[in-house]
């Protein structure tokens, strides 16, 4: 929203600012006051200059026919003296044109400007070619508040018309989601107003995939994997009644124990992996060295039938991280190791550019590349462990974590070992 407020104030002030300057201008240009003004002081220049003329001409009446026929010959203005007897004028008028003040008169050949000549009792008329301005300035006024405005609408649509079309697009999606079209997403551009609603609409989106998803998967692991302890339940619930032997009904406890243990087992894991969900959890973030926490773990330990072997890094590294859940992510990668390896497991750390690695490698048969984008899925095995304990559910929570805590983890092949090479990819604190 913050992208969206400051856009608009800028595109309403620049869009202001820039039609004001732009209107003054073309105004400056066409403007008819330029003229105006110019016919106005060349109007008064005219009025000093007649009065002067006819202070003149009064004075001296003899060079009055010589002066005005030169004048006449060289200037756009005519001079005439007329008597004053055949200069009519309104009683209004004669008053004031006989105390001496100059008479301006308007008609559609011009203006005209009249003096009386007291002495001579005679009238000089000058008469020009100069037009009264017609009052254009409202009309160029309402002219220029249009386009003003039109201007400023039209810089507004083409701002708010992409704002427009990304509203309808968050409209239509959320109507598809609603709908139940939850593969429904919404493309973020970079210049998107509403960048960060569209993105929060997808994190929504992603996250009620996600609880379906969750619940479809304990659903069909209820109706399915629990089907089978359950059976076997019942089976040897049955035989316990029917045998009245005791040896035969201690071996029958023991396996209702065991079966026991496995639903036990599996509901467990399913409300582990169930609660690793971003939004439940709040990680308590700790900058750690990555090889001195791997030497703590696993340096000393021993495990049965296997070859365990430490490789750290030559130099410290510091990652921030969530111990606790660090620990369960490289808990069931160790524990895959141990189930699927034969005889050796090497736990080693490296560096890539700004990214550090740590590899769990065993020797066991591997994980095919075609399956490893598979096998990070619930309740999915791979080819070689279809007849090993456990229940597809270590690397799905493995990934889960990874996808929250920005651990993401990656499956190949162990270079040197020749089996599976689990992989978490680190950012190294600087």
């Known amino acids: 929203m913050k992208k969206l407020m400051t856009s608009l104030v800028l595109v309403v002030l620049v869009s202001i600012a820039s039609l004001g300057w732009s209107i003054t201008e073309f105004a400056n240009l066409l403007d008819p006051e330029n003229e105006t003004q110019s016919a106005i002081t060349h109007l008064a220049a005219l009025k000093r200059l007649g009065s002067t003329l006819a202070k003149t001409l009064d004075e001296d009446s003899a060079i009055q026919t010589g002066f005005i026929e030169n004048w006449n010959r060289l200037n756009s203005e005519q001079l005439s003296l007329i008597s004053e007897a055949d200069f009519v004028l309104p009683s209004a008028l004669k008053t004031a044109f006989d105390s001496g003040e100059s008479l301006l008169l308007d008609s559609d050949e ?10 001579t009792r005679q009238v000089l008329n000058i008469n020009t070619d100069i037009v009264a301005p017609s009052d254009v300035s409202f009309t160029l006024n309402k002219l220029y508040t249009i386009l003003f405005y039109s201007g400023l609408v039209v810089i507004l ?15 239509e999606a959320t109507q598809a989601l609603g709908m139940g079209d939850l593969q429904q997403r919404i493309p973020v551009k970079k210049t998107s107003y509403i960048g960060i609603i569209e993105t929060e609409f997808n994190r929504m989106a992603d996250r009620i995939q996600q609880l379906i998803d969750d619940n479809k998967l304990l659903s069909r692991a209820v109706s399915h994997d629990l089907k089978t302890p359950i059976a076997r339940l019942r089976f040897g619930i049955e035989a316990l009644e029917e045998t009245q032997n005791e040896q035969l009904r201690v071996k029958y406890f023991q396996r209702l124990n065991r079966d026991l243990d496995t639903m036990e087992d599996l509901v467990m894991t399913l409300l582990s992996y169930a609660r690793l969900d971003e939004a439940n959890i709040q990680p ?9 926490w791997l030497a703590e773990k696993y340096q000393g330990q021993s495990f049965s039938g296997f070859s365990v072997e430490l490789f750290p890094y030559s130099t410290p590294i510091n990652v921030k991280i969530d111990p606790k859940y660090l620990s369960m992510q490289v808990n069931n990668l160790f524990s895959n190791a141990l189930r699927f390896g034969q005889a050796q497991i090497r736990l080693s750390i490296t ?11 065993d020797d066991g048969p591997g994980i095919d590349e075609q399956e490893s984008t598979q096998v990070i899925k619930p309740f999915v095995r791979g080819l070689h462990s279809r007849g ?5 559910m270590g690397l799905a929570i ?9 651990v993401p983890l990656c499956i ?7 089996g599976a090479r689990m992989s978490l990819k680190f950012k190294i604190e600087r």
């Not at 011009?110 to 002495?119: M, R």
């Open 412 to 418: 190949g092949r162990a270079p040197e070992l020749g």
């Open 351 to 361: 560096v890539e550019q700004n990214n550090a690695w740590l590899h769990v490698d």
């Open 284 to 292: 308590e973030w700790q900058s750690i060295e990555l090889n001195a």
């Open 157 to 171: 649509l083409v701002w708010v018309s992409p704002l427009i079309r990304q509203l309808v697009n968050l409209s």
């Open 110 to 119: 011009g203006i005209s400007l009249h003096y009386l000549l007291p002495k």
């Open 398 to 406: 493995v990934d889960r974590i990874g996808r929250w805590m920005d």
């Open 388 to 392: 090993n304990a456990g229940h597809g």
